[in-house]
């Protein structure tokens, strides 16, 4: 407490951390983009805003059949939501003065225990409480005590897994591109960026097709 305190009262300008003020910027224009779509959808004249929501919904719900089954419909919003808010803080930081909140650990985590949470509940309202948790015990009652730690330990590292799988590859993005636009002309930056946005786009896939992953294997009936 006395440390944040100090804080605070060095920096008494900038009482938020950038990653916070950069999320929550995230979560504006996505909602201001979602406020201007809903009274354009038109099923007869789409716009372009329109053909780019339904394009990444495509995508999106046809990933989610593949990996979950016939079920997904019902977590596809989960999906698209993770999908959009990862994508959009990544590309965020191609603006300049802006940086992507992903490469701070508090915003990846976040993220990552969203979709803990969200396929534990999910395991639980398909299978029920107690055909859930028999998954953690293992195929013969008497494994229980060797399989049930080997489960918490298994789903506690997918926490690590994804924080980490995001916050370093885009730190690293990130500061690989600021050196180079720094250090060189136009031409090279812009390749670099151009990095940056493919980097962006493959780990908010990588990072919904995992939650997908976890939702199929909790709600799985034969597990």
Same mark, same amino acid.
Not at 138 to 149: D, E, H, S, V
């Given at each position: 407490?006395?440390?944040?305190?100090?804080?605070?009262?060095?920096?008494?300008?900038?009482?938020?951390?950038?990653?916070?003020?950069?999320?929550?910027?995230?979560?504006?224009?996505?909602?201001?983009?979602?406020?201007?779509?809903?009274?354009?959808?038109?099923?007869?004249?789409?716009?372009?805003?329109? *053909?780019?929501?339904?394009?990444?919904? &495509?995508?999106?719900? &046809?990933?989610?059949?593949?990996?979950?089954?016939?079920?997904?419909?019902?977590?596809?919003? %989960?999906? &698209?939501?993770? %999908?959009?808010?990862?994508?959009?803080?990544?590309?965020?930081?191609?603006?300049?003065?802006?940086?992507?909140?992903?490469?701070?650990?508090?915003?990846?985590?976040?993220?990552?225990?969203?979709?803990?949470?969200?396929? *534990?509940?999910? &395991?639980?309202?398909?299978?029920?409480?107690?055909?859930?948790?028999?998954?953690?015990?293992?195929?013969?009652?008497?494994?229980?005590?060797?399989? %049930?730690?080997?489960?918490?330990?298994? *789903?506690?590292?997918?926490?690590?897994?994804?924080?980490?799988?995001?916050?370093?590859?885009?730190?690293?993005?990130?500061?690989?591109?600021?050196?180079?636009?720094?250090?060189?002309?136009?031409?090279?930056?812009?390749?670099?960026?151009?990095? *940056?946005?493919?980097?962006?786009?493959?780990?908010?896939?990588?990072?919904?097709?995992?939650?997908?992953?976890?939702?199929?294997?909790?709600?799985?009936?034969?597990?």
């Amino acid at each position: 407490m006395l440390s944040l305190a100090r804080v605070h009262i060095e920096d008494p300008a900038h009482p938020w951390a950038n990653f916070m003020v950069m999320q929550i910027l995230v979560v504006l224009i996505l909602m201001i983009l979602v406020a201007i779509l809903r009274p354009r959808i038109s099923p007869d004249k789409p716009g372009k805003l329109q *053909h780019i929501f339904e394009a990444v919904y &495509g995508f999106v719900y &046809g990933q989610a059949d593949e990996v979950v089954g016939h079920n997904a419909a019902q977590y596809v919003s %989960f999906f &698209g939501t993770i %999908f959009l808010f990862i994508l959009f803080s990544n590309l965020i930081g191609i603006i300049p003065a802006f940086e992507s909140p992903t490469m701070s650990p508090p915003v990846p985590l976040g993220c990552a225990v969203a979709v803990f949470l969200y396929y *534990h509940v999910a &395991g639980v309202q398909a299978l029920g409480p107690i055909k859930y948790l028999k998954q953690f015990v293992g195929p013969i009652w008497w494994m229980a005590i060797l399989m %049930f730690p080997i489960e918490i330990i298994s *789903h506690t590292a997918r926490l690590l897994s994804l924080t980490i799988r995001l916050y370093a590859n885009m730190f690293a993005g990130e500061k690989v591109t600021m050196v180079f636009v720094g250090l060189t002309f136009l031409g090279v930056p812009v390749l670099f960026m151009g990095l *940056h946005v493919f980097v962006s786009f493959l780990q908010a896939f990588v990072f919904a097709l995992l939650a997908m992953i976890y939702v199929s294997s909790a709600v799985a009936e034969e597990h």
